[in-house]
């Protein structure tokens, strides 16, 4: 079976001179992965390599079996806004504008048809419907979060990657966005891989990697 999301012998080193070597992964929609390890480990720079954000000196990134790091770089952003769906550590948004418009701006990036139900609809799901003509600096932590998984699942990504959602968060609201991913990315049908060094995330999730 071909495998959602798959990497083979990727090796990545930064201007300082640091490298990486990184496991093989495989990953499908059925079957979330968790990748651990301790601070400094790699985990971001993975996750960014995944993302098609950073690229690696060697290896290869499959989506669908299909190596994206062969694509050229006009083709990656849309690529990349089509098919993942990014979580980041820190939530950044265009703070001049509304929570829908911030989600609807996915479409954009991915040169899609606009699509406020769908934005609307994701935002009842994860219960922040209320907030969506609320400029996104008015919101808490929490809210911003679920923001960012609202607008990672705009596009119907194949792949949801998220870095450390749960870290900061206390126990009863780790269970709720850790839940609220995994039942996103089966409605989506997408596959989800987790970045995390918080240990709490390690019973719920057997499918892990250390790094
Ligand atoms: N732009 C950069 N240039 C040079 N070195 C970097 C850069 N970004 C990260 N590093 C270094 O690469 C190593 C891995 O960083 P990375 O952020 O991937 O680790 P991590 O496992 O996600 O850490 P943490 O759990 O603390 O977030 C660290 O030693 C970091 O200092």
Known sequence: MTQMLETKSLEFAYDSGMKFKFPDIFCDKNSPLLILGNSGSGKTTFLNILALLKTPYQGEVLFSGKNALLLNENEIPTFRAKNIGMIFQKP????????????????????????????????????????????????????????????????????????????????????KVISLLEEQAKEANAALIIVTHDQRLKNRIPNQILL
């Open 92 to 175: 950044y948004f265009v703070n001049s504008l509304n929570v829908l418009d911030n989600l609807t701006i996915a479409n954009y990036l991915a040169k899609a048809k606009i699509d406020k139900p769908k934005a609307i609809k994701l935002a009842d799901s994860l219960g922040i419907g209320e907030l969506l003509n609320k400029k996104v600096t008015e919101l808490s932590g929490g809210e911003q979060q679920r923001v960012c998984i609202a607008r990672a699942l705009m596009n119907t990504p194949s792949v949801i990657l998220a870095d450390e959602p749960t870290s900061a968060l206390d126990d009863t609201n780790c269970e």
